[in-house]
T-cell receptor, first 110, second 114 residues
């Protein structure tokens, strides 16, 4: 079945850039997503990218997609303490269900 | 305001008891989902429903049951057959179709077996 993988932890200093990486297996995915989860809460959509795009930028967020390698990354510029959260990569499978990665816990150090 | 509401936020269950987690949405979404979240394991799909009166098992359906009698509601029952039910449960919904869709999540229910 489809699988989405991410590293589990990332620590950065406030003001630095954060890069969260993700690999996926379903080459037919048309959309790939990044969700953010704050402690004790549900997930919120942060950004997404259509599969025929290589890059999408939205303010401090940059999403890069390498379809050949099935690799997705999320770059957060000028990382702030409020960015500390768990970030989930997700794809939509052939059955139109979302498949989530294990989540990357981002810690922002002062 | 449209949204998806889960209740209760915290739930305690004695061993051997069934409990039901509520999920209601007023987004007019066709599809609804239940996920279980454990530390370091991400979200695992328990059940999903693409349309009223129909639902399908996800990856970890054993010990759980659902119903979808109304479009707005998708309750999850954690039965006594679920051996390790302590977890954070998330409900989500999305509108139908093959184009871009976003999954909207509730705030979650933390279930603890005591």
């Amino acid at each position: 079945g489809e699988d989405v993988e991410q590293s589990l932890f990332l620590s950065v200093r406030e003001g630095d850039s954060s890069v969260i990486n993700c690999t996926y297996t379903d080459s037919s995915s048309t959309y790939l997503y990044w969700y953010k989860q704050e402690p004790g809460a549900g997930l919120q959509l942060l950004t997404y990218i259509f599969s025929n795009m290589d890059m999408k930028q939205d303010q401090r967020l940059t999403v890069l997609l390498n379809k050949k390698d099935k690799h997705l990354s999320l770059r957060i510029a000028d990382t702030q303490t409020g960015d500390s959260a768990i970030y989930f990569c997700a794809e939509k499978d052939y059955g139109q269900n979302f498949v989530f990665g294990p989540g990357t816990r981002l810690s922002v150090l002062p | 305001d449209g949204g998806i509401t889960q209740s209760p936020k915290y739930l305690f269950r004695k061993e051997g008891q069934n409990v039901t987690l509520s999920c209601e949405q007023n987004l007019n979404h066709d599809a609804m989902y239940w996920y279980r979240q454990d530390p370091g394991q991400g979200l695992r799909l328990i059940y999903y429903s693409q349309i009223v009166n129909d639902f399908q098992k996800g990856d970890i359906a054993e010990g759980y049951s659902v119903s979808r009698e109304k479009k707005e509601s998708f309750p999850l029952t954690v039965t006594s057959a679920q051996k390790n039910p302590t977890a954070f449960y998330l409900c989500a919904s999305r509108h139908g179709g093959n184009g871009f869709t976003e999954a909207f999540f509730g705030q979650g229910t933390r279930l603890t077996v005591v």
